[in-house]
């Protein structure tokens, strides 16, 4: 956005005083193709006027011929000015302006490195994200071990009982039949009169 804008007093003259203002302000949007393309709601607030004055004066210099706009799915709009209410700029400035953007770019693109499998002999960063969730799973689950199934049937049972015990009798599930005080339970007798 343009700090100030230049403005040519005689072709803001047949245009009404409020969207003289409207113009300096979408000017001051537009980069050197006079393309722009604000919100009514930032519009708004840089003309310090309603929205939907906004609004009004943005349709009113499309019908004068100052501005033309198309529309782009999302609804918002493309504005394009004509190119006697642009600041003059020297094709120098242009220019100049456009090869150190370029400049700019190849540099940054220059400093980033490639995505991908990294050099050989580089080391990866040690707090990277996939491998602090490493270290925390390791340091979870005991290799060796999957906890998914237990290898012996009484090493389940064991670790089940076990379970109960901790929580006072008040954690046993359906799918293990019925808890270890009442009678019929699937539990070995050995784990229930041990109470390990």
Request: proline share 8%.
């Amino acid at each position: 956005m343009l700090a100030f804008v230049p403005v040519a007093f005689d072709l803001y003259r047949p245009l009404k005083p409020r969207l003289r203002w409207a113009m300096q302000c979408l000017v001051s949007f537009a980069d050197h193709a006079g393309r722009c393309f604000p919100s009514i709601r930032t519009f708004a607030y840089h003309a310090g006027v309603s929205k939907s004055a906004a609004g009004r004066d943005l349709a009113a210099l499309t019908e004068v011929g100052c501005v033309t706009r198309k529309r782009r799915p999302g609804g918002v709009y493309v504005y394009q000015i004509a190119r006697r209410f642009l600041p003059r700029w020297a094709k120098e400035q242009v220019s100049q302006a456009w090869n150190r953007q370029h400049k700019a770019l190849q540099a940054r693109n220059a400093a980033v490195s490639p995505g991908g499998v990294p050099d050989h002999g580089t080391k990866e960063k040690p707090d990277k994200k996939n491998q602090t969730n490493a270290r925390l799973r390791a340091g979870f689950a005991k290799p060796g071990v999957s906890y998914g199934e237990l290898p012996d049937p009484a090493d389940r049972w064991q670790a089940r009982v076990r379970s109960w015990i901790r929580s006072g009798g008040k954690f046993w599930l359906a799918d293990w039949g019925p808890r270890p005080n009442e009678p019929g339970c699937w539990a070995p007798a050995g784990l229930l009169q041990t109470g390990s």
